[in-house]
């Protein structure tokens, strides 16, 4: 070979614009929001069970042909105390409503505080912080909190949110659920 | 008024570097010394700019001033002055400062050094180089991060204060400078590597010109790793000190690519080889230090260490394409010429092995790359997100730090030109021979993980090999000078500073690789649950939680958790490791109670404060030989320093007759002589 | 590079010890991997999401120890590495692993720094030849021959190619032996340290684990029949009893959970109404080789019956001559016909 430099050089420039491409295309993009979109989505909702503060058990058997809001909350969260106005506004609004419910599940805290939390506010779809609750974070894949996520009459994760909800999220993720049931 | 400084600093670097480098271009092609020397005294200008604004916002920083928008995010009235002085570098903006300062810095040495040169175009070329690094940074500041900009709206009464996990530690104070020393630094021989071939001077003036600044900022880069491993380890409370994070491995890229040009350099001063390696090697490092400069700064990638900004990034991957473009450019352009003078005689030799060990040094440069990047590319081309971790790292480098380990055992026994049997049996055969022994010994006493015991054989192969050459030098120095052998040392150390000062940063490596041996071999790591008054027994450690503590100050609160710890019946004192909650921030900062020892570290995190029923949950890791890594470290910044001595001997002819006029001490020893001592028959 | 014979022997000898060292440390050991170990494998393999970059098995918050408890669970439930990968995938995605796949795109990662090895090799393989076939131009600028040690220029080529083959070999039989060293390594450290009562604690948990299946899929027969197989075999009559009558109601037509029903409440000492669930389990399926066998202990031992015991008894060896109870069924035989002998009874058969 004649200028075998100006081959390798030639290899090597290639090398460096796919890869400078590839970061040029990466440059606006926010790693942290990609990694928050559920990888569950479109997917069956896992089973989960938990007991609510009151004594009741919740279940994704007992709850199979409704919508389900799964919203997973604690009590030193900040943005969880963000998005808590909007939710007991939420569930004021639906509570006479059958087809359509809100579980509330503690992620990561302790079990006298989540229900301390839950009296003051008066979160009435609140959940205890017990094994059960733990193996529906794991289950659902969560990576923090809040999240929510909306499960529709045939089970499937229709709609989630990594961070604070707001009216209209919900309510989008209700209708997109009922428009599949 | 202390932001229209910092303004006004920037606006007189840019222009004291553009007029700098007109001055300088003029100079050049008109070869008009007086041009040449006013473009000259511009440096100092731009380093004087650099200080103005560093200046400028210190004194913004410490007089708490929320007018600037920096200010008021990194900085807060309850903040420590120390933790306020490093507010400095605490965020992008102002980090750009300090690598402006540093740039400053090392052109103020580049223009006074030279000074008597300038009628060289090698020295008004790299001059203009790096005048041209300097514009860039400073247009950056001026156009895309400006550290001054003003607050929208009303002032703060009070800033947000610095990130908790950086108000921690005053390692802080150290960890980012000594980095940015190291990264800076190597503008300076990558200017003069473009100088190079843009004059066709191939000669090895340029290496003699650099070999001092080059190695200044490596031996800085290397400190400046260590620390921050350190920091990891001592302050984040994680029990780690490398996580194959992508800011880490940016910081480790250039490094590589350094270390194999300072060795590299060696066959090109004595032989004339290697000059396509060498200059790919410089202008390569410089480009990883803008690449982990991109790669910290524009988001791109997930990291602790990530500085969120995404309009930035397009600048310095701008700058980036364009440098890589220059320098592929010009080698190309160049190649043929670079035809070298010399060749590899034999496959065993010293030229060969350092051959090899610019390939392994790349190879682990190119692995580390990959790892870093390869999400990023994985997403482009087929969509898929994953993610490359330690169990990739660790397997591929590791195969690669051995052979490196070898390298480092075999090639300073290796002579130039070839080597006869008769030779590298005399070097060579008791070293190995001990090394094996380790390995064995090693295999049969400690643990049956091959990566360890060779990891552990290599080592003692090499710092037998050491010890063997060092002695067989003192004790020839002894004899032919007939003096002590302190005095034969310190004249044999002199004598060769740069080739002793090699093989102590060679033994502070050792200590290292063992160390990193060890730690993926041995070890105990359990999670105990203690009520007061409770014990439990890890690694032959006995702790008793004896009570918590909380302190609260204007700056944070802090729950402590006070461990007895006894081992073997002997009490080796009260541990507490903490947790810390920031007023400004919901993050709890663990602070960890390391017992450091010579054979192992004792570390202790605590998981979770005290529960309802009083219950404490603490992390208690034993972690072995820790400490060799600090020590290994402080080794090779000795090591480093010893090289840097200047020599009471002359260097090889060849370089001498190129780099004339540079050499402080003209060179006294008798040449045959200290030649002897580099290949010495008996 | 000229060397004599007898210079070759120590390094041959010590490439032999060498060789020896590799054997001993890669020699498969026996004995399979602790469920610790395996469960630290696997946590030092996936991400943990609250962190950035940690993996599960260094990290300490809450979500990560609520995933190690779930890793050992599944360990000890005898998931395979790959199922349980697979199942944190599905939640979390791909990116959750932190040592990427070997298959699709990830296969670049681990193929590409072997390329690179290979070109690079070729290459300097490439340049080498080269300089072999250029005379030496260099005009001996470097050490004075006088005092330096340069070796001749020509070697016998015989005795170098050995030396590199030699050396080459060596290396890549070094890097084959490492990869597989390094796979077999926990990233991390190996935990250790005891843990107290290995035996109980698994039990418990392995029953928790088999009543969550049990309730999480509430119509599932098998999930109730090893629930109550394994309380019946740690001697919980109660507990068994109550999964086999849910088994029960959920599958009538299967004879089992009848059958065991029934042996459960002889051994609570109620052999009669046993003897009832037993005969049920028989209706539905006559050919059930466990029923003869309780019927036939029953009418034996309890109802002192040995003729229609041997009766029973042996249509279980009919049915199932190799069946697990075989043996007890034989001995059981014996005893009855030796009883038989010696007693008369009048009931039939069934």
Aim: hydrophobic fraction near 50%.
């Amino acid at each position: 070979m004649k200028y075998p430099f100006r081959w390798i050089a030639l290899v090597a420039a290639a090398g460096a614009a796919v890869l400078g491409v590839v970061l040029a295309l990466n440059v606006g993009s926010d790693p942290r929001a990609d990694a928050e979109v559920s990888a569950l989505l479109g997917k069956p909702a896992p089973e989960w069970r938990v007991t609510l503060l009151d004594g009741t058990e919740v279940s994704s058997e007992s709850l199979v042909g409704k919508t389900v809001l799964v919203n997973f909350w604690n009590s030193w969260c900040i943005p969880c105390r963000e998005e808590l106005p909007v939710l007991q506004q939420w569930y004021a609004r639906h509570a006479d409503d059958p087809d359509v419910v809100l579980v509330g599940i503690p992620r990561d805290d302790t079990v006298g505080a989540i229900r301390r939390a839950a009296r003051e506010d008066e979160m009435g779809w609140a959940a205890r912080q017990d094994a059960d609750a733990e193996a529906a974070t794991l289950a659902f894949g969560t990576r923090g909190q809040p999240e929510t996520y909306a499960i529709g009459p045939d089970g499937v994760i229709v709609g989630s949110l990594y961070g604070p909800v707001t009216m209209k999220v919900l309510d989008q993720m209700v209708a997109r659920a009922q428009g599949v049931g | 008024m202390k932001a229209q400084l910092g303004v006004l600093g920037i606006a007189l670097g840019i222009g004291a570097t553009a007029v700098g480098m007109w001055l300088l271009a003029l100079g050049l092609r008109r070869k008009d010394v007086a041009l040449l020397q006013s473009g000259r005294r511009c440096v100092y200008l731009v380093s004087a700019a650099a200080v103005v604004a560093v200046v400028a916002m210190e004194w913004a920083l410490l007089s708490h001033d929320f007018t600037i928008r920096y200010v008021a995010e990194n900085n807060a009235r309850s903040t420590p002055w120390l933790f306020t002085v490093t507010g400095l570098w605490a965020a992008l903006e102002g980090s750009i400062l300090l690598w402006a300062l540093i740039l400053g810095g090392y052109l103020a040495f580049m223009a006074y050094r030279y000074r008597d040169r300038v009628s060289d175009p090698m020295v008004g070329w790299a001059l203009l180089v790096a005048l041209s690094v300097a514009l860039f940074f400073f247009c950056f500041m001026a156009f895309a991060a400006n550290p001054f900009e003003l607050v929208n709206g009303d002032t703060p009464v009070d800033g947000r204060g610095p990130n908790p996990l950086l108000q921690n530690h005053p390692l802080m104070a150290l960890h980012p400078p000594m980095l940015y020393l190291g990264y800076v630094g190597m503008t300076v021989p990558f200017s003069f590597a473009i100088a190079a071939l843009v004059t066709g001077r191939f000669s090895e003036g340029w290496l003699a010109d650099t070999r001092r600044t080059t190695l200044v900022a490596w031996g800085f880069l290397t400190a400046g790793i260590v620390l921050g491993a350190w920091w990891s380890y001592e302050v984040l409370g994680w029990g780690g000190y490398w996580a194959w994070d992508p800011v880490e491995n940016a910081s480790l890229l250039p490094w590589l690519t350094a270390t194999a040009f300072i060795h590299s350099v060696m066959v090109q001063e004595r032989r004339g080889m290697l000059r396509v390696w060498n200059l790919s090697l410089v202008i390569a490092t410089f480009c990883l230090t803008i690449l982990g400069t991109f790669l910290t700064r524009s988001g791109v990638v997930n990291s602790v260490h990530a500085f969120t900004e995404s309009d930035i990034g397009p600048w310095l991957l701008g700058y980036l394409a364009l440098v890589a473009a220059v320098g592929l450019g010009l080698i190309a352009w160049r190649a043929d010429q670079l035809h070298s003078s010399g060749r590899i005689d034999a496959v065993v030799s010293g030229e060969a092995a350092f051959l090899a060990n610019n390939l392994l040094f790349t190879g682990l440069a190119f692995v580390v790359l990959l790892g870093t990047v390869f999400p990023l590319v994985a997403e482009a081309l087929s969509g898929s997100r994953l993610s490359v971790g330690e169990p990739y790292f660790d397997r591929m480098t590791t195969p690669l730090g051995l052979a490196l380990l070898f390298l480092m055992a075999v090639a300073p026994a290796l002579p130039w030109q070839g080597t006869t049997g008769e030779v590298l049996r005399r070097r060579l055969l008791v070293p190995a021979y001990l090394g094996v022994f380790a390995m064995v010994a090693t295999l049969l006493l400690l643990t049956r993980d091959l990566v360890t015991a060779l990891a552990f054989g290599l080592g003692a192969f090499a710092v037998a090999g050491i010890v063997r050459e060092v002695g067989h030098a003192v004790a020839t120095r002894r004899r032919a000078d007939a003096v002590g052998r302190a005095q034969a040392l310190g004249r044999t150390v002199l004598g060769n500073p740069r080739r002793y000062g090699g093989l102590v940063v060679h033994v502070g490596v050792v200590m290292i690789a063992l160390a990193l041996a060890a730690a993926g071999s041995f070890g105990t790591k359990r999670e105990v649950r203690l009520r007061r008054g409770e014990s439990a027994t890890v690694g032959g450690y006995t702790l008793t939680f004896t009570g918590t503590r909380t302190s609260r100050s204007a700056q944070k609160t802090t729950v402590a958790a006070d461990l007895a710890v006894r081992r073997g019946g002997r009490s080796l004192g009260t541990y507490a490791p903490a947790v810390s909650t920031f007023p400004n921030s919901t993050q709890g900062i663990g602070t960890p109670s390391v017992r450091t020892g010579l054979v192992e570290d004792l570390y202790l995190t605590l998981v979770s404060s005290p529960n309802a029923r009083g219950r404490v949950t603490v992390n208690v890791s034993v972690q072995p030989m820790t400490l060799w890594i600090w020590l290994g470290g402080s080794v090779m910044a000795l090591g480093t320093l010893v090289a840097l001595t200047p020599s009471v001997r002359r260097r090889p002819a060849r370089v001498e007759e190129e780099a004339k006029a540079l050499t402080v001490d003209g060179g006294r020893a008798d040449e045959r002589r200290s030649r002897s001592f580099q290949e010495e028959p008996a | 590079m000229k060397l004599d014979r007898r210079g070759w022997a120590p390094w041959v000898l010590l490439g032999v010890i060498v060789a020896g060292a590799f054997v001993f440390a890669l020699w498969p050991r026996g004995g399979s991997e602790s469920v610790k170990a395996r469960t630290q494998r696997l946590a030092s393999e996936l991400r943990c999401v609250d962190c950035e970059g940690l993996s599960v098995a260094e990290s300490s918050t809450t979500a990560a120890r609520a995933q190690r408890r779930d890793l050992e669970a599944r360990v000890r439930d005898g998931q395979s590495d790959a199922e349980i990968r697979g199942v944190y995938m599905e939640r979390y995605g791909d990116a959750i692993l932190l040592k990427p796949a070997s298959d699709g795109i990830a296969l670049l990662v681990w193929a590409l720094p072997v390329g690179a090895l290979v070109l690079s090799a070729g290459g300097v393989g490439l340049a080498v030849r080269r300089w072999r076939r250029v005379p030496d131009g260099d005009g001996g600028l470097t050490e004075d021959p006088a005092t330096a040690e340069v070796a001749p220029r020509r070697q016998s080529p015989g005795r170098r190619v050995l030396v590199v083959g030699g050396l080459v070999a060596f290396a890549a039989g070094s890097a084959i032996a490492l990869a597989f060293a390094l796979g077999a390594r926990v990233p991390g450290g190996n935990p250790t340290g005891r843990d107290p009562d290995v035996a109980a604690v698994s039990a418990a948990s392995r029953e928790r684990t088999l009543v969550a299946a049990a309730e999480a899929r509430p119509e599932d027969v098998d999930a109730q029949l090893a629930l109550a197989r394994f309380r019946l075999g740690r001697q919980d009559f109660a507990g068994a009893l109550e999964a086999y009558q849910t088994a029960a109601t959920l599958d009538p037509s299967a004879p089992e959970p009848f059958a065991y029903s029934g042996w459960v409440i002889r051994l609570q000492g109620f052999p009669d109404e046993g003897l009832l669930l037993v005969d049920k389990a028989l209706e539905v399926d006559p050919q059930y080789p466990d029923a003869r066998f309780f019927r036939g202990l029953i009418l034996l031992r309890d109802q002192a019956n040995p003729a229609a015991a041997v009766a029973e008894l042996q249509q279980y060896l009919v049915v199932s001559p190799d069946g697990p109870m075989a043996d007890q069924v034989r001995n059981l035989l014996a005893e009855a016909v030796s009883a038989a002998s010696t007693t008369t009874s009048t009931t039939s058969p069934r």
